[in-house]
């Protein structure tokens, strides 16, 4: 199949866009977030919920059999069975609370369940939760039921439990094929039984499988990442998201087991993202917003060629502007323009539920000015191109004079060949599709203190 995207940037490009950004899962971006002494802005911003808005429900599940050494994410080993009762009942008493202060019955049109790894609970716990869910909104027969998966601790006698719930969308974590690679990260996952279990998946006619792969892994090299790369081709997932290993060891206690020395080296680091993007290509696979790659007839891929994508915590998506409501420790939501983190450990989500409370731990409502810079970020990340006209009428504002000083500062980015901005649009090259947070970053108005500090923000590298 011929290449969507032919422009591949040079090493000397790469080098130079590499600097730590945020991700803008959301913008305002979390640190800049306040503490919250209350879940009573959230629940004020649940009463405002407008009825036309479809929810996105989210359930965090922060537990994993064994701790990876490169894991990021909210999660702790599980011990012993009585801890995923404990916290299914406090998921279920927080969509009681949440429920009771929406105004109706709310139309559902996506749930994702992410961790962690949810399919640590066990089956009357998934059921506990999901019936209450139907219970308290209205979920849409063709709603998106999306979960993250481990083939190596999901037996089939769980897949099948949720391929018959109707989950009709997993991922899988790959990272690595390559089974030194995943000893020195700390896993076992093995190409047979992913294959496996993908065919146990396809069987079932499920709408999508995608899988996370990730470059900078200690040991990765390029004949290994080719090896993966055709391994994962093979099994021809719908989409495939690429990120970045990002290493903080000062921040997370379990990145201390990977040995620094056995991280690729910046240069090989590059090579192993421009091989990548150049391999899914070659195979077929269009590269859609900023580190996913789509077959073209999926669903995302069609949406990004659309120029209709768009993205919430949970990645992209093709579902139009919803609402999302978070569950479960450390969860994100986002309603009524209103962000909100929960409580990231479980004790204090416990006793925060106990009371009553909502059990928000951060949180922002926006202003005018943030509601225009996230949309001009989102349409950046999600489709490339900022139209004009759009702007201004949703806004009322003139875009060539609010954003004076960040037009000026696209002009190096510009004679890099990276964006154009013309009367009507503000649009990324098609070499400046891979450099797509750089471009957003312009637009920010925390980042240089315009608008206050991201008080002891550590972001990522945009490769
Ligand atoms: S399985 Fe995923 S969430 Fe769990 S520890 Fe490993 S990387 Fe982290």
Redesign the pocket.
């Known amino acids: 199949m011929k290449p969507t995207n032919a422009v591949i940037p040079d090493k000397d490009l790469v080098r130079e866009m590499d600097v730590a950004a945020p991700r803008y899962t959301s913008y305002p971006t979390i640190p800049v977030w306040h503490p919250a002494e209350s879940g009573e802005a959230y629940a004020d911003a649940l009463r405002n919920h407008k009825p036309d808005i479809p929810l996105t429900l989210y359930f965090h599940v922060p537990f994993?059999p064994?701790?990876?050494h490169?894991?990021?994410?909210n999660?702790a080993k599980l011990e012993c069975a009585a801890q995923t009762a404990e916290y299914v009942d406090a998921l279920l008493r927080e969509i009681r609370l949440v429920r009771a202060l929406l105004p109706q019955r709310r139309r559902v049109a996506q749930i994702h369940w992410g961790?962690?790894?949810p399919s640590t609970l066990k089956e009357d716990e998934f059921r506990a939760v999901l019936d209450l869910v139907r219970e308290s909104f209205d979920v849409e027969d063709d709603a998106e039921l999306a979960i993250?998966t481990?083939p190596m601790t999901c037996n089939d006698e769980k897949l099948h439990f949720l391929l018959g719930h109707g989950f009709n969308r997993f991922s899988i974590?790959v990272?690595d094929f390559d089974a030194e690679v995943q000893r020195k990260i700390g896993?076992n996952q093995t190409y047979e039984r992913t294959a496996e279990f993908c065919g146990l998946i396809r069987a079932h006619g499920v709408r999508s499988l995608n899988f996370d792969l990730v470059y900078g892994l200690p040991g990765q090299n390029l004949g290994k990442a080719a090896d993966t790369l055709s391994k994962v081709t093979r099994l021809a997932p719908d989409r495939i998201a690429v990120y970045s290993f990002a290493f903080l060891p000062t921040l997370r206690e379990?990145q201390k087991q990977i040995v620094a020395s056995e991280l690729p080296e910046t240069d090989l680091k590059f090579d192993l993202y421009l091989m990548t993007i150049e391999r899914l290509q070659n195979a077929g696979y269009a590269m859609i917003g900023m580190d996913h790659f789509a077959r073209p007839e999926d669903e995302l891929a069609a949406a990004w060629r659309a120029q209709r994508l768009r993205r919430n915590f949970m990645g992209y998506t093709t579902n139009a502007d919803t609402d999302v409501l978070a569950f479960g420790a450390t969860g994100i939501g986002d309603v009524s323009g209103y962000y909100y983190q929960n409580e990231k450990d479980n004790t204090p989500y416990y006793e925060r539920l106990n009371r009553g409370d909502l059990p928000v731990q951060r949180h922002i409502t926006l202003d005018a000015d943030d509601h225009i810079r996230r949309t001009v970020i989102m349409d950046l990340l999600c489709n490339g191109i900022v139209r004009k006209e759009a702007v201004e009428k949703r806004f009322s504002i003139g875009f060539d004079r609010y954003f004076d000083l960040e037009l000026s500062r696209l002009e190096p980015l510009a004679a890099k060949g990276l964006v154009q901005n013309g009367p009507a649009a503000v649009e990324a090259t098609a070499l400046g599709r891979y450099f797509l947070r750089n471009l957003a970053l312009v637009f920010d108005n925390y980042l240089d203190g315009r608008k206050g500090p991201a008080k002891g923000a550590t972001f990522s590298r945009t490769v």
């Not at 490169?70 to 994410?73: K, M, P, Q, V």
């Open positions: 994993c064994v701790i990876c490169y894991c990021g994410c999660t961790g962690g790894t993250e481990n974590g990272q896993r379990n």
